[in-house]
């Protein structure tokens, strides 16, 4: 491969790439940009092959030679905290801002595309040896302004079991969340179904409704701060924003949230082609603390912890102060 700034990127495919569509073969090649990326720069003519225009489902020959223009440079792999890693399972500590995969208006590097990065050769050597299963692959998902574990499986069947166990109620995730007001009671469940909410401007925003999924957080008060409560949650099935959309239904959304239960600010940073405001901090009182499971190889239970962001804990720090 070659390119510089204002050139185009050069690959040439070898006899174990013959056959792969294109927007394949450049995936494995740039693990570090989205697919929708892809998608849009060969179907802008943006990518050729021998010369000629390129489409997204051409099959490649050996001995074919790819060039690749962009109008911007790709984003650099993200350094993430790794806090855990055996051959098949990988955790990291998602900073909040990081997306955990390309979405939206946003072009920032992801979770996902900087630990393929980080695996690129291990998975051309694997291509090479006739293996495509090496591919590391999200377990679950953290919102873009939520911080703590994300789960990677290494290869399609360590991703497969950690699903089965997603699925079965076998992944204990213990998050922290800090909420607005008192908390009553000290302990609870909240469970009520959640749905799309059709009133909203925001495509993903969601509600609870009765015509919705079957929902269900249990959650503990830790500690009363301030005009705000810090809480231990236990989400006991995985809802898109599932913590965000009951805490907010109680009367307690999370402090910074832009989209529950008022969506103005997200609507405004939305409108600023998703940059925040200065005024806006680029994260909210929720961090993925924990997750217990049993390993899908050997079945022994581990136990993963992320220490909490520096932000966050000192703006618990200062809340506990001026209680």
Request: charged residues 25%; proline residues 8%.
């Amino acid at each position: 491969m070659s390119g510089i700034a204002g050139e185009p990127l050069v690959f040439q495919v070898g006899p174990v790439h013959a056959g792969l569509r294109a927007e394949t073969f450049l995936a494995l090649k740039l693990p570090c940009i989205s697919r929708t990326r892809l998608k849009r720069n060969i179907m802008s003519g943006q990518a050729r092959v021998n010369g000629h225009r390129l489409a997204t489902s051409t099959r490649l020959q050996a001995g074919d030679r790819l060039e690749v223009h962009w109008r911007d440079e790709p984003t650099p792999p993200v350094e993430l905290e790794v806090l855990y890693e055996d051959p098949r399972l990988l955790a990291v500590n998602k900073p909040a801002g990081l997306p955990i995969h390309p979405s939206g208006g946003r072009r920032r590097g992801s979770v996902i595309q900087s630990v393929r990065q980080a695996f690129r050769a291990q998975i051309e050597r694997s291509l090479e040896a006739g293996d495509p299963s090496f591919y590391p692959s999200l377990v679950h998902r953290l919102d873009l302004f939520s911080s703590g574990i994300v789960l990677i499986a290494k290869d399609r069947a360590a991703l497969v079991a950690m699903h089965r166990l997603l699925a079965s109620g076998g992944l204990d995730k213990r998050y922290l969340a800090l909420v607005r007001g008192r908390v009553s009671p000290r302990q609870g469940r909240i469970e009520a179904p959640i749905g799309r909410d059709e009133h909203s401007l925001v495509a993903v925003k969601r509600c609870v409704r009765p015509d919705g999924l079957p929902a269900v957080t249990e959650y503990e008060v830790l500690e009363e701060l301030q005009g705000h409560t810090l809480l231990a949650v236990h989400p006991l099935t995985g809802r898109q924003h599932q913590i965000r959309v009951h805490l907010a239904w109680r009367g307690h959304p999370l402090w910074g949230d832009l989209l529950y239960p008022d969506e103005t600010l997200f609507l405004r940073y939305a409108a600023n082609g998703y940059r925040l405001d200065p005024s806006l901090p680029p994260w909210h009182g929720l961090h993925a603390q924990s997750v217990r499971f049993h390993h899908p190889a050997d079945g022994r239970e581990l136990e993963l912890e992320a220490p909490l962001p520096e932000d966050l804990a000192r703006l618990i720090a200062e809340l506990r102060q001026g209680f």
